[in-house]
Every structure is written in structure tokens, then in C-alpha cells.
């Protein structure tokens, strides 16, 4: 008989919080939506997903959730961002609102809606060897990049674009997995698989 697979939230203050239960599953993982202390501390894991940064960071701190977000973080909770998850798991935030804060912990300097407003977003494929062949079919809307990674952050995806060319856009640091990108909203669960299997390693 196969293990049930881990128990992983997606933070559900605001963002794709649909679209990543649902990549999840796909995943095998059993996918449950966190929106409270509580029910925080019953998953293994937690995905933070796409959406307005500064609208999650306000929301965080409004219930309550930021400083158990933190916690579980500094005790090892594996997490993933996706697009404003990314810039809420970056220890430096660029062009972000003075009041703005993060859950931190990848030694990184992001920067918030790098590749433009809405009407710039875009698709292409990134070569991501971390989830083999082919390319990742990555989703940038209103997307960060990262400017600076620290000594501990593994590189695992840079995009090949025109003038951004050779940008970091995936970054793994210890138990945290960060994409500028959305897997999410592509039908390829991936990203989403390196997650879980981070997860299970973990435990």
C-alpha cells in the first residue's frame, strides 16, 4: 500500500490558492488550505502562493499570521513561494512599500513586478534541471526576479528572454523553494512534485 502523502497548506489570504490545492493533489500530496494559526500547525508543509504581496503581508499581519508564519519557518517548516510567495520567502525586498513585510529566510534580494505591469506578462520555457526535461513552461504576471542570492542558495532556473536574459527567476535554500513563475497555472505539476519530494525528505 502506498504512504499517504504529506499534508500541505496553501496559505488562503489571497492569490491562486485554488490552482496550487489542485497541483498539489495532482502531486499526491493531501492539500489543505491555511488560513489561521490553527490550521497551520496541522500541515507539514506550506505553499505560498501568487497574488499581491503587499495585500498578503497586510492580511498576515491583520490576522495574526505573520509571526506563526515566521516561526514555522525559523523551525524548519519546508515552504514554497510562487511569484508574490517568492518576495514574502526573500530576506530583501526592492521597490516594496516601507510597511511592507515578509516571512523571510532565503538569503536573497528580490524585486517586486521586475518584468512590468500586467500587460507585460508572458509565458516561455525555462530549462530547470532540477525536474528534468523538457523546459518548464513558466507563467510571469507582474512577476519578481531576484537580483542577489547569498552563498547558501542554490540557483535553479534562470529565464532566456531578451534583455532579462539569464535572470534568476528559481531559487532552493535548505527546506525553502522559490519561483518568480507560476506552475501552478501551466497543467505541469512538476514544480509541485519537487515540492512534495522535498517534503517527504524531509520528514
Not at 489571497?14 to 498539489?24: C, F, I, K, T, Y
Request: hydrophobic content about 45%; proline content about 6%.
Amino acid at each position: 500500500m502506498t504512504p499517504p502523502g504529506p499534508v500541505v497548506g496553501v496559505l488562503s489570504l489571497q492569490g491562486d490558492v485554488r490552482e496550487h490545492l489542485q497541483a498539489l493533489q495532482a502531486a499526491d500530496a493531501r492539500a489543505v488550505p491555511v488560513g489561521s494559526a490553527e490550521s497551520l500547525a496541522s500541515v507539514d508543509a506550506l505553499v505560498i502562493p501568487g497574488g499581491e504581496s503587499t495585500t498578503m503581508s497586510k492580511l498576515a499581519l491583520a490576522d495574526g499570521l505573520m509571526d506563526p508564519l515566521r516561526r514555522a519557518r525559523a523551525s524548519g517548516m519546508p515552504m514554497y513561494g510562487s511569484c508574490a510567495g517568492m518576495i514574502m520567502l526573500a530576506d530583501r525586498i526592492l521597490d516594496a512599500r516601507p510597511d511592507q513585510e515578509a516571512i523571510g529566510g532565503i538569503d536573497m534580494t528580490v524585486r517586486r513586478n521586475a518584468f512590468g505591469r500586467q500587460v507585460d506578462s508572458f509565458e516561455t520555457d525555462v530549462e530547470v534541471p532540477a525536474v528534468g526535461s523538457p523546459d518548464f513552461p513558466a507563467v510571469f504576471i507582474r512577476a519578481p526576479w531576484v537580483e542577489e542570492v547569498g552563498a547558501e542558495v542554490e540557483v535553479l532556473a534562470r529565464v532566456a528572454r531578451g534583455s532579462s536574459e539569464g535572470t534568476i527567476v528559481a531559487v532552493r535554500q535548505g527546506s525553502l523553494l522559490a519561483t518568480a513563475f507560476h506552475p501552478e497555472l501551466t497543467g505541469d505539476t512538476r514544480i509541485h512534485e519537487l515540492f512534495v519530494d522535498m517534503v517527504r525528505k524531509r520528514a
